[in-house]
């Protein structure tokens, strides 16, 4: 399975941290966004995908573990500004994961999966990332679906939202079991970034991170959500 890192990022939500893709493969076909408007499939960022996927980018897991471990102590970085999870489809490949895993030890890195949660296997690799200290957010495509992977208790839970008539600032959201959201604050501040905001990398908050649909497919992402607001 062929990843790319790349050590400082140009991108404007992220930040100047480490960000890394992994080759599509690694998607999830449980994903309701595959090929059906996730963001990074589009512009220059898709295109840098393809090139990861083809191997034309990319480089062995080994060699990606080697260059995490290399990163700064208390480093910031986020894996995955495109892919998933080591594995093809929706299984998770424990030990490429385990490796990441030890890789980020005194870092702080963290992520997103779509992989399915509906077996003990999966849910025990997400368990032990978070303990050890890579945040694997689990992405929920509604809040209804929200409230479930939070009742796992395994790790954070992040959400897709639609897009706000106010882009987010000031509005109260909650889950139908009155679990917090929180809208991305690099989506409803300017200047504020992964670098400077890091609630991502909580493992242990109390509350859902909301994104906003956005790319080029924003409106199909927001069909994909075709669920209820909650606010106060």
Same mark, same amino acid.
């Given at each position: *399975?062929?990843?790319?890192?790349? #050590?400082?990022?140009?991108?404007?939500?992220?930040? $100047?941290?480490?960000?890394?893709?992994?080759?599509?493969?690694?998607?999830?076909?449980?994903?309701?966004?595959?090929?059906?408007?996730?963001?990074?499939?589009?512009? $220059? @960022? /898709?295109?840098?995908?393809?090139?990861?996927?083809? /191997?034309?980018?990319?480089?062995?897991?080994?060699? #990606?573990?080697?260059?995490?471990?290399?990163?700064?102590?208390?480093?910031?970085?986020? =894996?995955?500004?495109?892919?998933?999870? $080591?594995?093809?489809?929706?299984?998770?490949?424990?030990?490429?994961?385990?490796?990441?895993?030890?890789?980020?030890?005194?870092?702080?890195?963290?992520?997103?999966? =779509?992989?399915? *949660?509906?077996?003990?296997?999966?849910?025990?690799?997400?368990?032990?990332?978070?303990?050890?200290?890579?945040?694997?957010?689990?992405?929920?495509?509604?809040?209804?679906?929200?409230?479930?992977?939070? !009742? @796992? /208790?395994?790790?954070?839970?992040?959400?897709?939202?639609?897009? @706000?008539?106010?882009?987010?600032?000031?509005?109260? #959201?909650?889950?139908?079991? /009155?679990?917090?959201?929180?809208?991305?604050?690099?989506?409803?501040?300017?200047?504020?970034?992964?670098? !400077?905001?890091?609630?991502?990398? @909580?493992?242990?908050? $109390?509350?859902?991170?909301?994104?906003?649909?956005?790319? !080029? !497919?924003?409106?199909?992402?927001?069909?994909?959500?075709?669920?209820?607001?909650?606010?106060?």
């Amino acid at each position: *399975m062929y990843a790319h890192i790349t #050590l400082k990022s140009n991108n404007v939500k992220t930040g $100047p941290i480490p960000v890394t893709t992994t080759e599509a493969r690694s998607c999830p076909d449980a994903c309701p966004l595959k090929k059906n408007g996730c963001y990074a499939e589009a512009g $220059p @960022l /898709g295109m840098h995908w393809r090139k990861v996927k083809r /191997g034309e980018r990319g480089i062995t897991w080994a060699k #990606l573990t080697k260059a995490i471990d290399g990163l700064p102590e208390g480093q910031l970085w986020r =894996h995955n500004q495109a892919g998933d999870l $080591p594995g093809v489809g929706d299984a998770i490949d424990g030990e490429k994961l385990a490796a990441l895993v030890d890789a980020n030890v005194g870092k702080h890195g963290f992520t997103y999966t =779509h992989k399915p *949660m509906d077996n003990a296997t999966s849910r025990r690799f997400v368990r032990e990332a978070n303990r050890k200290g890579f945040t694997i957010n689990l992405s929920a495509d509604n809040l209804h679906e929200a409230d479930t992977l939070a !009742s @796992l /208790g395994i790790g954070p839970v992040a959400t897709l939202l639609p897009r @706000l008539q106010s882009g987010g600032r000031g509005v109260k #959201l909650f889950t139908p079991a /009155g679990r917090r959201v929180i809208v991305c604050p690099a989506q409803t501040h300017e200047h504020v970034t992964c670098a !400077s905001c890091k609630l991502c990398a @909580l493992a242990d908050r $109390p509350f859902i991170v909301g994104f906003l649909a956005h790319g !080029s !497919s924003v409106r199909k992402a927001e069909a994909v959500f075709n669920g209820d607001l909650f606010s106060a």
